[in-house]
């Protein structure tokens, strides 16, 4: 079985290689819980899917894809550069995040991350 930091790495080179929703929500226990701080945290595997599809897609806000560049990972915490591709340009954003694994699938990821700083790059 993968260790929890290689399940963490495949998961995270998962978004940058653009791999479907479904695929990144196979990388979820059912009842996972998916929490954007300082966002409301999002709970079970179908509504992660859900969450992840609102973001990335054709139209409003137009982010065609995302990135995520691991600076480091210790024990499943990872320093990273998630980088949004738009149409017209890419915005970088800083983030610390967590997540616990067990028994080969993530069963929390938490996220870090400045929102103003976000909002104000995506303009």
């Excluded at 179908?46 to 995302?66: L, T, V």
């Excluded at 991350?113 to 790059?121: I, K």
Aim: hydrophobic share 40%; aromatic share 10%.
């Amino acid at each position: 079985m993968e260790s929890p930091i290689e399940v963490v790495r495949r998961f995270c080179a998962g978004w940058s290689d653009n791999i479907r929703t479904v695929e990144l929500a196979a990388f979820f226990t059912g009842d996972a819980v998916y929490h954007n701080i300082p966002l409301t945290p999002i709970t079970g595997r179908e509504n992660i899917a859900e969450n992840i599809d609102s973001f990335i897609r054709p139209g409003p806000p137009g982010i065609e894809s995302i990135e995520f560049r691991v600076i480091n990972i210790a024990a499943v915490m990872t320093e990273r550069v998630d980088v949004f591709r738009l149409s017209d340009k890419s915005v970088e954003l800083q983030v610390m995040g967590t997540f616990e694994v067990t028994d080969g699938k993530i069963n929390a990821w938490r996220d870090y991350f400045d929102v103003n700083q976000f909002t104000s790059r995506m303009g």
